[in-house]
């Protein structure tokens, strides 16, 4: 389960913050305000709005790359406000992400950026190679082994880069903009495996500009605009 | 994995891979480089080296100059003064807590030490000369020698021991010397390799960024730096080290001569066994955990500004 209840979110430090005669210094605007919503466990959302919504620092506050400035966030049970920072590790390993730009690691081959997250997580050697090899046939890339990413398409490297999201089998996955570089084709086959991780009972939230996707897909979503929950059905 | 997932059935077969650099996903063979580290790291350790074993010649010279010329001394007497007096004035000197012995010389024995100066001259009166061995280097050498001859009227001392304890306080400011110049070293060792880390996390912010987006803990990343860094520093610091050895080797066959010994005539010759090697041993080690520390140090509080 995610629960955001008044969550706000600023950048940065104070601005105006040191600077003599202006008194007491303002605060940088609010990009994220007031959001208050539930997505149940193993629910499938889509999360819309126009650019500069807020969508990508939702979903960086949902997988922890972002800590809110104010309000309270519940991450698969943990609540955020007063967690330790030690304590997020482990909570990270259970969410899977998917960037729009990928963020494969370029010097790794594709085996190997699927692996990472277990051998982030300390999986044995032998027992990783396996998974890591099934998640890459499910992907579709079981000739893709030793290819760097360099070497890939567009939707090849994002279906790498769902199987490094998905191998850890996360209760959570997030995906911004995962087809956003893609063409049509590519587009659904991406989508194709996040439904599938849906269907496995992970809760998944896909942020898109991609309205024909959205209207292939019809699903509850979250519409943002200017950094508020403006729908939520 | 594959149950429900509409994957084929696991195939434990998995394609022979190339040598994978999946043990290394921050890159860090490239981002830290094993050339320019260790070489900045060699230089350091030659340079530990000389200091460590330059500390320790001059411990050994500042002990044995304690131990021998410095801590004895000698009382003349002229050569008219009688038994008596010799006696009087050995009593005299026993009581003297800085003196653990007081025993004349045999006139015989000087005679043999000075005939290559006079000759056979058996007709020459001798001085009545006493022997004291001290129980230390003396602080004051000179108020010693006033309280002596205070307490022995007539008598007269040679003070050398006045510039052996001023070579054994250059010997001991030199030792200082040797050890300060080994933390200084440390201290720029341990600079150099949190540059070349600083350096490293630059190069690597976003491989870093998304390890700690897996759920990389920071013990984790740190920890592939100060692996890395610490064996970079102990192979440079192993260079340097053995580069440091026969220097130091040849200083020591330079020294020779002041430790009661002999030059050698060959390199094969030179006191390859009496350099510090328990000193010199530990070396690349000590420097492989101040690289590790460092480290350690420098990438965890740079990982302090990610949430």
Redo the contacts between chains.
């Keep these: 389960m995610v629960r955001f209840e008044h969550v706000g979110l600023r950048y940065g430090t104070p601005a105006g913050s040191g600077q003599p005669g202006q008194g007491k210094p303002s605060l940088a605007p609010e990009v994220l305000r007031d959001l208050s919503f539930t997505l149940p466990q193993g629910s499938f959302h889509w999360l819309l709005g126009p650019s500069g919504a807020g969508k990508s620092s939702l979903l960086a506050l949902m997988?922890?790359?972002?800590?809110p400035s104010r309000g309270e966030v519940e991450i698969l049970g943990h609540r955020l406000a007063g967690a330790r920072?030690?304590a997020?590790?482990?909570?990270?390993?259970r969410i899977g992400?998917v960037y729009q730009d990928f963020?494969l690691?370029p010097?790794?081959?594709v085996?190997?950026n699927v692996?990472?997250?277990m051998?982030?997580?300390g999986r044995p050697e032998a027992q990783l190679?396996?998974?890591a090899?099934?998640?890459l046939?499910?992907a579709g890339l079981e000739r893709k082994?030793?290819a760097l990413p360099a070497t890939l398409s567009g939707g090849e490297q994002q279906r790498v880069a769902i199987a490094r999201a998905v191998?850890m089998?996360p209760a959570l996955l997030v995906a911004d903009e995962p087809t956003g570089n893609l063409d049509g084709p590519q587009a659904r086959r991406v989508l194709a495996l996040l439904q599938?991780m849906h269907r496995?009972g992970t809760t998944v939230v896909v942020a898109t500009h991609a309205e024909t996707l959205v209207a292939e897909h019809p699903g509850p979503a979250l519409w943002l605009a200017e950094g508020r929950l403006v729908r939520h059905g | 994995m594959a149950d429900g997932m509409g994957i084929p059935a696991r195939q434990p077969a998995v394609p022979r891979l190339r040598r994978s650099r999946g043990r290394d996903p921050l890159g860090l063979r490239r981002a830290l480089s094993d050339r320019l580290l260790p070489a900045l790291v060699a230089a350091m350790a030659l340079l530990a080296a000389l200091a460590l074993a330059g500390s320790r010649g001059a411990a050994e010279l500042t002990a044995r100059w304690e131990g021998g010329a410095a801590a004895a001394m000698t009382v003349q007497l002229p050569a008219n003064a009688g038994a008596a007096r010799l006696a009087r004035g050995l009593a005299a000197l026993e009581a003297m807590p800085e003196v653990t012995r007081a025993q004349p010389m045999d006139q015989a024995r000087m005679a043999a030490l000075l005939r290559p100066w006079l000759g056979e001259a058996p007709a020459m009166a001798l001085p009545v000369v006493i022997e004291l061995q001290l129980a230390g280097l003396p602080v004051a050498p000179e108020a010693l020698a006033r309280r002596i001859a205070a307490a022995v009227p007539g008598a007269s001392v040679e003070s050398h021991g006045v510039w052996v304890a001023r070579l054994v306080a250059l010997a001991r400011s030199l030792q200082a010397v040797a050890l300060a110049a080994l933390a200084l070293v440390a201290g720029i060792a341990a600079a150099v390799v949190a540059v070349a880390v600083r350096a490293g996390i630059a190069a690597r912010r976003e491989a870093i960024a998304i390890l700690h987006d897996l759920g990389a803990t920071d013990a984790d990343i740190a920890g592939r730096f100060a692996q890395r860094a610490g064996w970079l520093v102990a192979a440079g610091a192993a260079a340097g080290t053995l580069l440091a050895v026969p220097v130091l080797a040849g200083f020591a066959d330079l020294a020779a001569p002041l430790l009661g010994g002999q030059p050698a005539e060959s390199m094969l010759d030179w006191p390859w066994t009496s350099l510090p090697w328990e000193a010199l041993a530990p070396l690349p080690l000590l420097a492989a955990g101040l690289g590790w520390l460092t480290a350690q140090v420098t990438v965890r509080r740079w990982l302090r500004r990610l949430p």
């Design positions: 997988h922890l790359a972002l800590r920072r030690a997020l590790p482990a909570l990270r390993r992400v963020r690691l010097h790794l081959s085996f190997d692996a990472l997250p051998r982030v997580a190679r396996a998974d090899a099934e998640m046939r499910w082994l030793t191998v089998r599938e496995l």
